[in-house]
């Protein structure tokens, strides 16, 4: 065992998960002053999508550091878990079956690191909230945990969202048609109640993955905690709070206590979205802070869109779809959302195919088990589904676009992606399959493979 679950709950603990990145030389450390607005993410993106996680010790204009990187490679991701990578949508999806099987709740404790400091006066400039992308609108919180209660059944939701900075104790969130917290927020308006809610900033994959969880796999009125309880092998701690009925992290670097005021909305945008187009302004909900909590020295966590959530929304959409398609269409294999399309837009789904016509029905199932899913392929269990040419050489040979192209029009997508205005818009699944039952000339031909060993084999240096 080498991951950090050998280290039991540490898997929890941002602070101890950055410890262990250190020890293992998977922490890039910035200790040169950096500039939050623009600077910091024009380095992170220096080491994206590599083996390493970065942490930036001096931020100007604030006493705390930053952290980004925990997720955009699932090599690093499969070595702090310590799982095969290629086992790590089955993982996931194993951790949420337990959870809806058997869930563990979490627990309320009186206290814990996040309540180590409570600031004095809500001001949220003293936190190095970064601006990423050219034209962002300002410093967005982008990798906290949102805590909320249906106002009808106390039912705890979590969930992340975007958060622009809009003043020194208001925020401005972006909440995507169909999210839950619009449903919060909705039934607090019927009440004509406020929504108070809590944001987690700086937590462990097994909180993140919890609150990453899509819809199809946690319905509303479940709550979703219990998932980071079953990752961590032990109940997830929550602290009450002194001004609403709803809880935050014990374990996470800052907690946020915030309220919605049901109507009240502020110009939010624009964001370099995970598509990598921004995010149009518009009128988006309005957040007033009304206490911030911290660690004695926390580090802030922010993530660059791009590969960081292509590994969060889309792992988690994977193993959904996975575990849809296992149960409902016989010799699914495997799936793998493309990072091409943009983490969960473009699902390549393999299988073993045992009767005719079930690669269409493999289609449909994974559309309907992910509905931001713009595209779906499927092909035969000889070809490597995370390798984009194998993908497309089963599209050159084995589809006919006559009778394996499937267009679906008019149907709910997602709104960030520029082809789906008002979440609507069209899909296309391909059936990249051979025909069935097969025939040898669909038969892949390969070299039989030869041993190295014990042979006299020179490899010039290429001068
Ligand atoms: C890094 C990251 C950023 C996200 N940003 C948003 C966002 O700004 N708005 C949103 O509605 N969903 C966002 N999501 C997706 C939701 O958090 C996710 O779909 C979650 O399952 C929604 O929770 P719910 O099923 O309880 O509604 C983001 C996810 C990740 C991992
Ligand atoms: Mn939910």
């Known amino acids: 065992m080498t991951g950090i679950q050998s280290g039991g709950a540490a898997i929890a603990d941002l602070g101890a998960i ?23 993410a024009g380095i992170a993106a220096k080491f994206e999508g590599g083996p390493r996680a970065v942490l930036f ?13 925990l997720y955009w490679s699932r090599e690093l991701l499969g070595e702090l878990l310590d799982r095969p990578v290629l086992s790590l949508p089955q993982y ?13 709740p979490p627990v309320v404790v009186r206290s814990g690191p996040v309540r180590e400091v409570t600031e004095e006066k809500v001001d949220l400039s003293v936190l190095p909230v970064p601006t990423h992308a050219e034209l962002d609108g300002g410093p967005y919180f982008d990798a906290g945990v949102v805590i909320a209660k249906d106002p009808e059944t106390g039912i705890r939701n979590a969930s992340i969202q975007r958060f622009q900075v809009v003043g020194k104790d208001r925020l401005a969130i972006n909440i995507d048609a169909g999210r839950h917290l619009e449903l919060c927020l909705a039934r607090a308006a019927a009440r004509n109640q406020t929504l108070p809610f809590t944001l987690n900033i700086g937590v462990g994959p097994g909180l993140h993955f919890a609150a990453a969880t899509p819809a199809e796999a946690a319905p509303f009125g479940s709550d979703e905690l219990g998932i980071a309880s079953r990752f961590h092998g032990r109940p997830l701690e929550l602290i009450a709070s002194n001004i609403s009925n709803v809880e935050m992290v014990a374990d996470a670097m800052f907690a946020l206590e915030c309220e919605m005021l049901p109507g009240e909305v502020h110009a939010e945008g624009p964001f370099a979205e995970v598509t990598g187009y921004y995010a149009t ?26 590969g960081e959530v292509f590994n969060s929304v889309g792992l988690l959409g994977e193993a959904n779809v996975l575990s849809l398609l296992q149960k409902q269409v016989p010799g699914v294999r495997d799936v793998y959302f493309s990072h091409g399309g943009c983490g969960f837009y473009h699902a390549v789904v393999q299988i073993s195919q045992k009767r005719a016509g079930w690669a269409k029905q493999a ?48 149907v709910f997508g997602h709104g960030l ?18 025909p069935f039952p097969h025939t040898p000339n669909f038969d892949r031909a390969k070299v039989r493979d030869a041993s190295l060993d014990g042979l006299e084999i020179e490899v010039p240096e290429i001068r």
């Open 18 to 40: 950055i410890d262990w990145l250190d020890r293992r030389g998977r922490l890039v450390r910035v200790r040169s002053e950096v500039d939050p607005v623009h600077q910091l």
């Open 92 to 104: 996931v999806s194993e951790c949420i079956r337990d959870w809806q099987q058997n869930p563990v």
């Open 57 to 69: 010790e001096k931020i100007k204009g604030s006493a705390y550091p930053v952290f980004t990187g």
């Open 281 to 306: 302004v518009a009128p988006r909900p309005l957040v007033r802070v009304r206490r911030i909590h911290h660690r004695r020295e926390p580090v802030f966590q922010t993530i660059i869109s791009g």
């Open 417 to 434: 992606n520029p082809t789906f205005p008002d979440y609507l818009g069209s899909k296309v699944g391909f059936d990249a399959t051979r």
């Open 363 to 410: 289609l449909m199932a994974a559309f309907a088990a992910f509905p931001p899913l713009k595209m779906v392929t499927v092909v035969d269990d000889d070809v490597d589904i995370r390798d984009p040419g194998d993908v497309e050489w089963a599209m050159a040979t084995r589809l006919d676009p006559q009778r394996g192209i499937m267009v679906i029009e008019n």
